[in-house]
């Protein structure tokens, strides 16, 4: 279709942008190899020197890796369990004919537009404070004590404020799936004898499929990176149970002012993050071809 | 059985009326065509029988029992939707299969009333393809398969043709009533078609306005149509209407003559005078549009070659006893 001279015009025209971009990304990357090959302490100014691979070797055997590794893997799974869950549900409700329908839906996208450092510090110091916090006034009412929420189940709750917030997105992409189901194809069903639940299990479910893979590919790229919310509420505490490799990483830079080790774990994030990508779009991906 | 009775249904979206109350006797084993144009309530009425509306007043009879509160399943009923509705993950066992599964039936008997209806339309072949693989008349009669496996005492079909390419729609209009004929199961088939109405119906319902104009078998309906609008909508071409002096010396409002029933003659003296506007030539028939002056524009149909051209002065004359009159109010007087 196209001939060697608009070809060549395009190739031209795309260029600088595309060469803006690799600039983008090779420097970093270029620099933290380079960094993560030193000994670079920012508290022992002028002592950079090179070491090879020994900064690996000492992220990966630091016991705190394997915990945070550990704690990655299970805030991903839960809360792309939850959002799922609930977001299902939720879709279908709010895919139905109710007054005020639109005013909902915008309540329920909301929180998705809430920064996470925001909406860290409502439910911190708002909603899960042991003393006046609402949950523990809620559990007064009833007589109970109050839960020192980030003490007792640290990780549980940087999970529910995670989910809470991609919560919406997961139930948006899903509800705009919903209103594509075809009309006629559940009439069908309905024709076949097919109850609410069968016409769930049978039609929408494999209708949704698709955005399900959507929201489970989208949602892992961003939670495999949670920092805010963990750095706002428990600062990776206690001891290591919300620390994730994104704020292990952090806390080798900026709290042990170790830049050599630091980048090591950067690139060993990187490598990770491949390797759930790889086995993700080799478990889910296939749902996207058409 | 199949025996489908309406008596004086009735259906309202708030205070728009749709169906301004319809009786209508199917009897069993015969294919029956709602026709009409757009918006007239024939597809709403067909989904009223089908349960996937609820109707505003009036009863509803399939074999005598009234099914106004009746779940669409339970009226043993199926229908084939205009844009087929197929599962588009189930491959077309799993579509054909879906109804018998619903309904609890064995997995062996499912088997063979599933490899039995494909034969039926042959679709052995494609058993284990998915929909999307399919061509469109190949979705078609998986439709049709989906709707004929579970026994239904009526089948009821919602403009399925009109997704298909005309060569195939032909094919398919075959097909269906073949199947029908075979099965001898009641069919009723909503079309805005009326070249479908006629060549499959055993009785056309015409639909106008959310009432019905006329029911009867497709000559029937030919041949003494109730009113103008009947006249009008049955019939290709249409039927030309003449009104003022020549149809009160018919002592008529209006007078139609159909397009066929005029006969043309090069330079003739008696009948309608005029010139031709226009002369289609398909080899088969000459339809010529002929500009009669007073008498308005109209259409005349000669079986064969008519070597006629734009310009040429022709006289038509009708066919006395096929000339149809009708009253102020349009309906047929009938002598």
Redesign the interface.
């Known amino acids: 279709m196209a001939t060697q001279q608009t070809q060549l015009l395009a190739r031209t025209l795309l260029t600088p942008a595309v060469a803006l971009l690799f600039i983008w990304m090779i420097v970093p990357l270029a620099l933290t190899i380079y960094f993560a090959t030193l000994h670079y302490n920012l508290l022992d100014p002028g002592s950079e020197s090179f070491v090879g691979l020994e900064n690996f070797r000492y992220f990966l055997t630091d016991p705190a890796f394997l915990a945070s590794l550990q704690n990655t893997l299970v805030l991903v799974g839960s809360v792309l369990a939850i959002t799922i869950i609930l977001g299902v549900p939720l879709a279908l409700l709010l895919d139905q004919q109710v007054v005020g329908l639109s005013i909902v839906r915008l309540m329920v996208i909301a929180p998705f537009f809430v920064m996470p450092t925001v909406s860290a510090l409502v439910w911190k110091n708002l909603l899960m404070h042991p003393v006046s916090g609402l949950f523990a006034w809620i559990a007064h009412l009833f007589g109970l004590p109050a839960i020192d929420w980030f003490n007792d189940a640290p990780l549980f709750s940087v999970i529910l404020i995670v989910s809470w917030q991609w919560l919406p997105f997961a139930t948006l992409i899903l509800l705009t799936a919903l209103q594509s189901l075809d009309e006629e194809q559940k009439e069908a069903a309905e024709m076949d004898g097919a109850s609410a639940i069968s016409t769930f299990i049978y039609i929408t479910l494999p209708h949704l499929a698709r955005p399900i893979t959507v929201v489970i590919l989208i949602e892992t790229i961003f939670l495999l990176t949670v920092f805010a919310e963990i750095f706002v509420t428990t600062g990776g505490g206690p001891g290591l149970q919300t620390t994730n490799i994104a704020f292990l990483i952090y806390s080798q830079a900026l709290i042990q002012y170790d830049v050599g080790s630091a980048s090591a774990g950067g690139l060993v994030a990187v490598v990770l993050a491949n390797i759930v990508a790889f086995f993700l779009v080799r478990i889910v991906g296939r749902n996207l071809e058409a | 059985m199949g025996q489908i009775t309406l008596q004086g249904v009735q259906k309202s979206f708030g205070p728009v009326h749709i169906i301004k109350g319809a009786d209508l006797e199917i009897t069993d084993g015969s294919f029956v065509v709602f026709v009409g144009p757009s918006g007239c309530g024939k597809t709403t009425l067909l989904r009223l029988i089908?349960g996937?509306e609820d109707v505003t007043g009036g009863a509803i009879l399939i074999d005598g029992r009234n099914v106004v509160d009746v779940?669409?399943?339970?009226r043993g009923?199926?229908?084939v939707?205009?844009?087929y509705?197929?599962?588009?993950?189930?491959s077309v066992r799993g579509n054909i299969a879906?109804?018998l599964k619903?309904?609890g039936v064995a997995k062996d008997e499912i088997n063979r009333k599933v490899e039995a209806a494909a034969a039926t339309l042959n679709l052995t072949p494609y058993l284990e393809r998915k929909p999307r693989e399919l061509s469109g008349g190949q979705r078609q009669r998986v439709a049709i398969g989906?709707a004929i496996v579970?026994e239904p005492k009526a089948f009821l079909f919602d403009e399925p043709l009109s997704n298909l390419d005309a060569a195939l729609r032909v094919q398919m209009r075959l097909e269906v009533t073949r199947l029908q004929k075979q099965l001898g199961t009641t069919a009723i088939y909503v079309t805005h078609d009326q070249v479908e109405a006629m060549t499959m119906a055993d009785k056309i319902v015409v639909l106008n306005g959310g009432k019905i104009e006329q029911y009867g078998s497709p000559l029937e309906l030919y041949e003494k149509p109730n009113n103008l609008f009947v006249a009008g909508f049955i019939g290709s071409p249409k039927m030309n209407f003449v009104t003022g002096e020549l149809a009160r010396q018919q002592g008529a409002t209006t007078i139609g003559v159909r397009p066929e029933h005029l006969k043309v003659e090069r330079d003739g003296q008696g009948g309608w005078q005029g010139t031709v506007a226009v002369a289609e030539h398909l080899g088969s028939d000459t339809f010529l549009y002929v500009d009669a002056a007073a008498l308005g524009m109209l259409t005349a149909r000669y079986v064969g070659e008519l070597d006629l051209h734009p310009g040429d002065r022709v006289s038509l004359i009708p066919d006395p006893a096929r000339i149809h009159r009708f009253d102020d109010s349009g309906k047929s007087i009938h002598a």
């Open positions: 089908a996937l779940p669409p399943a339970k009923l199926s229908m939707f205009q844009s509705a197929l599962y588009p993950h189930m879906f109804g619903m309904a989906r579970r």
